[in-house]
Every structure is written in C-alpha cells, then in structure tokens.
C-alpha cells in the first residue's frame, strides 16, 4: 500500500515551533522513522493553492494522511478538493484541538474526510496510516 503525508503551514517547524502546545520532538526524524515500516511519501507545503494542486492530483495511492494546519479552520477550497477525489483522506493534528481557543475547533476539512484524528501529538500520523490500512481491508 501506498500513502501521502501531506502536511500544511509551520508543520515542517514541529520540534521547535510552540513546544508546550507540539512537544519537541522533530517532525522530520519522526517521520523518517514512520518510512522505515511503511511505503509513504511526504510533503510539506505552505500554499493553499499548492494544497489543492496536490489534493487533485492524488491518484494511485490508497490514501492521504492531512495536516492542514492552520487552513483547517479557513479553507473551503481544500474541503471541495478532498471531496472531489476518491482517495481517502484523514485529517490529523498534533494537538487536540477541540481542547484550544474556539477558532480552533471548526474544522472545514472534517466533514469532507473519511475521519479525524487529533490530540496524540506525532503519533498521529502513524494511527492514521492504520487507519488507512484498517478501511483498506474492508
Ligand atoms: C495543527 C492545529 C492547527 O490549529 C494549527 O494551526 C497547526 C497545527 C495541529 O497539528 O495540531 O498548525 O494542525
């Protein structure tokens, strides 16, 4: 099986960036280690747009583990492209944000997703990747 990490805005700072909030482990030494047991390309990307441009594009894999970070809670255009693709896509986030300031805790991206997972900091991208699995199976 084949998966996406895509990761949004400030994701690629994980290590350094609010370690009270993302703890202070690297994001990119974690998920080298996350390469070494499954077959998962990563991106990190800034732009909405670029978001997007990827999203569309997916094809091929047997899902998308998204970390849209900040968008999240402001993009419609990345809910419309995940909901004009087949691929699975899971929403993850470090933090839990449903337990943060309440612009925090509408997601756009949720209902478009097949589910979410937030709040076990970096192992998030490995419970979505068996989540993926999990459905896959079905
Ligand atoms: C985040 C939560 C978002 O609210 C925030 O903007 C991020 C990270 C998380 O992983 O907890 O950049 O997606």
Do not use: W
């Given at each position: 099986?084949?998966?996406?990490?895509?990761?949004?805005?400030?994701?690629?700072?994980?290590?350094?960036r609010?370690?009270?909030?993302?703890?202070?482990?690297?994001?990119?030494?974690?998920?080298?280690?996350?390469?070494?047991?499954?077959?998962?390309?990563?991106?990190?990307?800034?732009s909405?747009?670029?978001?997007?441009?990827?999203?569309?594009?997916?094809?091929?894999?047997?899902?998308?583990?998204?970390?849209?970070?900040?968008?999240?809670?402001?993009?419609?255009?990345?809910?419309d492209?995940?909901?004009?693709?087949?691929v699975?896509?899971?929403?993850?986030?470090?933090?839990?944000?449903?337990a943060?300031?309440?612009?925090?805790?509408?997601?756009?991206?949720?209902?478009?997703?097949?589910?979410?997972?937030?709040?076990?900091?970096?192992?998030?991208?490995?419970?979505a990747?068996?989540?993926?699995?999990?459905?896959?199976?079905?």
């Open positions: 099986m084949k998966f996406l990490i895509l990761n949004g805005p400030n994701l690629d700072q994980i290590g350094t609010e370690q009270s909030v993302y703890g202070n482990e690297n994001i990119h030494d974690y998920l080298k280690r996350l390469k070494q047991d499954y077959d998962v390309e990563v991106a990190f990307e800034s909405e747009a670029t978001l997007v441009e990827i999203i569309l594009s997916a094809q091929d894999i047997d899902g998308i583990v998204l970390n849209a970070g900040a968008y999240t809670h402001t993009s419609l255009a990345i809910a492209a995940i909901a004009a693709i087949q699975p896509v899971v929403e993850v986030h470090l933090s839990n944000i449903y943060r300031a309440f612009y925090r805790k509408t997601s756009y991206i949720a209902e478009k997703c097949k589910g979410s997972i937030s709040g076990f900091g970096l192992d998030v991208y490995r419970l990747l068996l989540s993926l699995e999990a459905i896959s199976n079905r």
